[in-house]
C-alpha cells in the first residue's frame, strides 16, 4: 500500500494547556499536567486545525495522553458538530486509569474511535482511516 498520508510536522502551536502538533491529516494534542481541557480550550485548538486544514481535508484528532488532566468527555457532542471533516479520534494512554477513561469516553463519540497505547500505532491508524475515507 503506497501512503498518501503527510506526517511531517507542518506546525506546533504551544498553548497555555498544551502543545499541538498539526499535520497534514493529523493533529496530535498533549496536554499539560493538571490542567483542566474545556469545550473553550478545544475549540481553540479546532480553530487552529481550520486555520490549517479548512474543512476539505480528512482529519484525525490524536489525544496522546502522557500528562494526567480532566476532561468532560460530552464536549465531543459540541466539537464534532463544528467539524464535519473529523474522521477519527485515538487516544493514547499509558496506565490503566487513562485507559478506563478513555474506554468510558469512546460512548461519547459518533466518529470512529481507536485506543492505542503506542503513539506510532496510532498513526498507521490513522493513516489507514484517511486513505479508506
Known sequence: MTSSLNIELIKRHDLEVGSFYFCKNHIVAGVNEGHA????K????LELGKAHD??????VYISNRVN?????PTAHFKTQAM???????AIVTYDEMNLEIAEMEQTFLNNPIAIFH???DTL???????LTD
Open 83 to 89: 467539524f464535519h471533516n473529523l474522521k477519527g479520534y
Open 42 to 45: 478545544a475549540y481553540q485548538v
Open 54 to 59: 479548512g474543512n476539505a481535508r480528512p482529519l
Open 68 to 72: 494526567s488532566y480532566s476532561f468532560n
Open 124 to 130: 498507521k491508524w490513522a493513516e489507514e482511516l484517511i
Open 118 to 120: 503506542k503513539l506510532r
Open 37 to 40: 481541557f474545556t469545550s473553550k
